[in-house]
């Protein structure tokens, strides 16, 4: 939620980063500019997954109370949110609100600058949600638009809008892609018995949401254990949902031929090994449309460097016990996302789902902020991120 300090009940406190003496230090906000920045994260997420390497944003004009345009991001190289709602308000943006997700840009990208539209359109005044951590931007956009004498108000739902966009500031500010961690255990902490099977850990709720999660994201990492113990399809199963790109990490190639990975189309499959590994089944995965990349050492870091060079903004691990000890102590993860079925399978060997990080006392535990808890059926969904990860 926002950090802002609480007035009265419906009005809120917006402090901008960028203010000067010629603009007040603090504006009031009403609940209508709270449900338009809403709206814009609504807009914004209707291109989930599909804008790497740039962000997810939402842009509304609005004029005596009145919707008049609205638009979002739909994908790298194509116009930006204000743009889309410009066009949509007309010759009626002129003296209009502009709510954005994020603030306008002042840069030639792909695309023009939307600070120089919004002051050629006319517009009054500008909402901003959060500023752009990208050092092209970074406050250059609020500063042309207040040099042109529009009021500019910034950090309206921040939290919010941080979190919508968590994977592309995590991308600017560290160069590497967002990591999530996903994993679905038993009560007692098995991710499989002791024999290796382990499908169906969840309920069909919890299952909903792991499909949500893959559409929100831009690949999909497991290892080859996984491929050979789980034969996991790896796709959001959602009409119309984004597909991310399957990932998968096998130093020895050994895997079976037949793997539903590589034998459905649905979404694009990359198999990372190392240099020189089983020659023969990198042309039958090649043949296969398969995607094989060498990287040696084939470690989580590589593998997130290699994706960052990609334009990828966030990834989910969604693999065994010693990978993802491997990525959390490469830091290559940022965020847990693990389900709790309420069952037991004991077994002292069953596999849990982080193998060794070399900790020797409890106080050296990896004390998970700013937890979340929700029940997703008849399981218990726990989300929170690993202590060096600042929003
Ligand atoms: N405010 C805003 N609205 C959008 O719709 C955006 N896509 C962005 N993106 C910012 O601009 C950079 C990309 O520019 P090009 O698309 O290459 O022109 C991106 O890195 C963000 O900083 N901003
Ligand atoms: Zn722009």
Redesign the pocket.
């Known amino acids: 939620m926002d950090n802002l300090p609480m007035v009265e009940p419906d009005a809120f406190i917006a402090e901008s980063e960028f203010q000067d003496d010629s603009h007040p230090k603090q504006t009031l906000l009403s609940d209508f500019d709270h449900a338009m920045m809403r709206r814009c994260i609504e807009l914004a997420r209707r291109a989930l997954g599909r ?1 790497s ?3 997810m ?1 939402g842009a509304v004009i609005v004029k005596d109370g009145e919707i008049i345009g609205e638009g979002f ?1 739909p994908r ?2 194509e116009p ?3 743009v889309f709602a410009l066009k949509a308000a007309g010759e009626n943006a002129r003296g209009a609100t502009i709510y ?1 997700s ?4 002042n840069h030639y ?3 023009p600058p ?1 600070s120089e539209a919004l002051v050629a359109a006319g517009i009054a005044k500008v909402v901003v949600g959060m500023v ?1 951590p ?1 050092p ?2 970074a406050g250059g956009g609020i500063a042309r638009l207040r040099a042109a004498g529009i009021e500019v108000l910034v950090g309206v739902e921040e939290q919010a809008c941080k979190k919508l966009n968590e994977g592309f500031i995590h991308r600017i500010l560290h160069h590497r892609p967002f990591g999530i961690l996903k994993y679905a255990m038993t009560l007692d902490g098995k991710i499989a018995t002791t024999t290796g099977h382990s499908a169906w850990v969840t309920n069909k709720d919890a299952r909903g949401e792991v499909h949500q999660l893959r559409a929100a994201c831009d690949a999909v990492i497991v290892g080859g254990n996984t491929i050979r113990l789980d034969n996991p399809y790896l796709t959001s199963h959602r009409e119309g949902a984004h597909n991310p790109l399957r990932v998968v990490m096998s130093r020895s190639l050994d895997l079976p031929q037949n793997a539903r990975i590589w034998q459905t189309a649905e979404a694009p499959t990359l198999v990372f090994t190392e240099k020189g590994a089983n020659p023969d089944f990198q042309e039958l995965l090649r043949n296969l449309g398969v995607e094989v990349v060498e990287l040696t050492p084939l470690t989580p870091d590589q593998v997130m460097a290699y994706l960052y060079k990609r334009g990828f903004c966030s990834v989910l691990w969604e693999c065994g016990g010693v990978l993802a000890a491997s990525a959390i102590a490469q830091k290559a993860v940022q965020k847990v996302f693990a389900f709790i079925a309420p069952k037991i399978v004991g077994g002292v060997h069953a596999p849990t789902p982080v193998g060794d990080l070399g900790l020797t006392s409890m106080t050296e535990a990896l004390s998970l902020e700013r937890v979340e808890i929700r029940v997703v059926g008849s399981d218990c969904l726990v989300e929170g991120y690993l202590p060096s990860h600042q929003l």
Request: net charge negative; with cysteine; aromatic share 0%.
């Open positions: 804008t390497p740039n962000p944003v991001h790298a190289g930006h949110a204000e954005v994020l603030e306008p840009c990208g792909r695309t939307c752009d990208n092209l931007v």
